[in-house]
């Protein structure tokens, strides 16, 4: 029996002559790939390849929880050129290669995250073995990051599933379960927790399998003309998708490709090479501030305090709103939930809510038929305040109206306990005004989820100035446990993602009347970089609820927030967005997609808009970007947010602000400062003073600042 420990890495030879590569970086709660693991892996390999005696290898992790989620992202940062990051990808392709070349059979025996590094790592193995455990999880997300895979998993992943499974799992990052990724032919077995390590040794004593079909078919029966048509039509979706703003995408097509035309040796250079230079584009080093960013942000209170005990939580209305919140409390949270509606529909409707996503988990095997009655037993709803007397949390998701919100707080604070959190999701109304009269303030909190609740990432946690920090970091908590990223922010007209998007789209809105036409300006925004164009979100918010909150930030804010005379002429047509089957489109609910929309050329004449065409895309896009850009930096002065990350991470998941620009702080830093308050000037010249450049920017551009130095 032998054992050698370097650093993360002991290898252990069993007496029947297996042995055992465990992986458990020191001091870490997960294992992530670093460069100065390097030499200590190579003496691992020295020992390896010169034992005759071996008859297999199971690498498996030391860790409770994963395998190996990713490379340490990190080091990255240290690199100053691409060749730099190139090498580093070339020694990671170097040990792997090494680890494929071993005479003997080698299992990767995976449980939780396998990711990245972890997943190329894998793949040079001769064998995968995965538990059934719902956070074993196997992908490759570099493109997340805007890079591509670099040790080996561009070349590796299409010669084992075929090239268009491959490119569908590195074009997207998504993240496979292993009942999913054996059923695809990314791993040999799936198998319960408890016997992962003796079947991976079982295997692992077994003669290595030969190369898998996928790859030989595809070689002998593919041909020069099949494998364009298959690389152009995925070029095609993915530009669709990226529309340009990501590098990295073409990248992933182009080394693939080359490793298909040219052989391995030629893909992995390629490889290589092309990962050294992304790591250098702006793009992926904002994907990457992003990432930096929410990690630290896991590990923030939001407050001076430790969060309180949570069992069970209380929800006030059950519609739209309500019921999402109560999902992701039951199903995301794991907390009991009880939904108070005036109506027993209302009740239904949540029930029901949360019963459609879990079926639609349960019809793609994601969960069991028993998870999900387990789940609903959970749920449950009564029209009588008093069964919300022993909740720890009350959320409340009525209408906007202050004085119902009023009979909201004091009714909750009669039946619950003294601890007892009143948290609010109002989207417009000041929290210090729903507070008043309260009994108990310092337990009076807002928490604004955008709609819909379980696909939005982001949460607004809005303390008023009598909030406790107790309270604060209770809910901060709670909003994470929700699978949300919760940003701390001011107790101000609109917060922040309203207060910053409503002059966005108030500017989208003037360039319509002056002439633009609806699609236009879409696809001019699409092409800067948001996920939906202003008046596509402004027909699924509802036009309805902007024509109610434009006149609050008005009124609290001042004239630059006053919107374009649209509302009510829409209004009055019955056009309140997607949810009526009008608005500036119509939409077919027997289509999918962009099929079941257009744009109505009725708004035109309903609106007195004649069709004037004088602005580029660039042009459009810019003009409504300053806007958000300039509000964004004002509420960073005031106080509204906390920091420039909480800004950047607040845009990018409250309202898709493009993440390869990194969000409104650091896409200034990179345009510049004095640039950014030059195009606001020459805007204000001859747009009006809603583009005056506010002081802050002022003065940094004098001082030549950046918000990250």
């Known amino acids: 029996m032998t054992v050698e420990n370097h650093q993360a890495f002991t290898l252990h030879i069993a007496d029947n002559q297996v042995a055992w590569l465990k992986v458990d970086v020191p001091g870490e709660s997960m294992n992530t790939l670093q460069a100065s693991f390097v030499e200590g892996v190579s003496e691992v390999l020295d020992q390896l390849e010169n034992n005759t005696n071996i008859k297999g290898l199971v690498i498996h992790s030391g860790k409770p929880d994963n395998f190996i989620a990713g490379a340490d992202v990190r080091m990255l940062d240290a690199c100053e050129t691409a060749e730099q990051a190139a090498e580093i990808a070339a020694q990671g392709q170097t040990l792997f290669a090494r680890i494929e070349k071993l005479p003997f059979h080698v299992v990767a025996a995976i449980h939780g995250p396998c990711l990245g590094g972890g997943l190329e790592l894998a793949l040079a193995c001769h064998s995968r073995v995965a538990t059934d455990w719902d956070k074993t999880r196997l992908g490759l997300p570099e493109v997340q990051l805007g890079l591509l895979p670099g040790s080996g998993g561009t070349q590796r992943l299409p010669r084992l599933i075929g090239v268009p499974n491959a490119l569908d799992m590195i074009l997207t990052g998504k993240q496979l379960r292993a009942k999913k990724a054996k059923k695809l032919g990314v791993i040999d077995d799936c198998v319960p927790h408890t016997v992962l390590l003796d079947v991976a040794e079982a295997l692992a004593q077994k003669s290595k399998p030969k190369r898998p079909r996928s790859w030989q078919s595809w070689m002998l029966s593919g041909n020069a003309v099949g494998r364009n048509f298959v690389f152009d039509q995925a070029g095609k979706k993915t530009r669709a998708k990226t529309r340009g703003n990501y590098p990295a995408a073409d990248a992933i097509l182009a080394v693939v490709k080359k490793g298909l035309d040219k052989g391995i040796q030629a893909g992995l250079e390629e490889e290589a090479r092309r990962f050294g230079e992304l790591v250098m584009t702006s793009e992926s080093k904002a994907l990457r501030s992003i990432f930096f960013a929410t990690t630290a942000m896991k590990k923030e209170n939001g407050a001076d305090a430790e969060p309180g005990e949570i069992k069970r939580i209380g929800v006030l209305g059950g519609g739209l709103m309500g019921a999402g919140i109560a999902h992701v409390s039951v199903a995301k949270a794991g907390y009991p939930v009880r939904v108070k509606d005036v109506s027993e529909d209302g009740i239904l409707n949540a029930l029901r809510y949360s019963y459609n996503l879990l079926n639609k988990k349960r019809k793609r095997k994601q969960i069991s038929k028993a998870e999900l009655q387990a789940t609903m037993m959970q749920l449950s709803g009564d029209t009588q305040a008093t069964t919300l007397s022993n909740a720890d949390v009350v959320i409340e998701a009525v209408f906007e ?309």
């Open 401 to 709: 109206d202050l004085s119902l919100k009023h009979r909201m707080v004091e009714e909750m604070e009669s039946i619950t306990g003294n601890e007892a959190i009143f948290a609010t999701n109002t989207s417009s109304l000041p929290i210090h005004q729903i507070a008043q009269g309260s009994q108990r303030p310092e337990n009076i909190v807002g928490l604004h989820y955008f709609s819909p609740v379980e696909k939005m990432p982001l949460v607004e946690v809005i303390p008023h100035t009598g909030t406790s920090e107790k309270t604060i970091s209770t809910v901060v908590k709670l909003a994470r446990q929700q699978g949300k990223t919760p940003i701390v922010v001011g107790d101000s007209a609109g917060f922040y993602v309203n207060r910053i998007l409503a002059p966005y789209m108030n500017e989208a809105a003037r360039v319509l009347l002056a002439g633009e036409s609806i699609e236009h300006i879409d696809n001019a925004l699409l092409d800067f970089g948001f996920p939906v164009g202003p008046i596509t979100l402004l027909d699924e918010v509802g036009i309805d609820i902007g024509a109610k909150i434009a006149p609050i930030l008005t009124q609290e804010l001042g004239e630059r927030f006053e919107a374009p005379d649209v509302f009510d002429l829409l209004l009055n047509d019955d056009r309140k967005g997607r949810k009526t089957g009008k608005g500036f489109y119509l939409y077919d609910t027997g289509k999918k997609g962009s099929k079941g929309k257009q744009a109505d050329k009725k708004v035109y004449s309903l609106l007195n808009i004649k069709l004037n065409p004088t602005l580029s895309g660039h042009d459009i896009a810019q003009r409504c970007a300053l806007m958000m850009l300039n509000e964004a930096a004002r509420c960073l002065d005031e106080g509204v947010i906390r920091s420039a990350r909480d800004g950047d991470i607040g845009a990018i998941f409250g309202i898709g602000f493009p993440p390869f620009l990194g969000g409104p702080f650091r896409y200034m830093d990179q345009v510049g400062i004095e640039r950014i308050v030059s195009l606001l000037q020459s805007h204000q010249d001859r747009y009006g003073d809603r583009f005056a450049p506010c002081e802050r920017l002022v003065m940094m551009a004098k001082e030549g600042q950046q918000f990250y130095p």
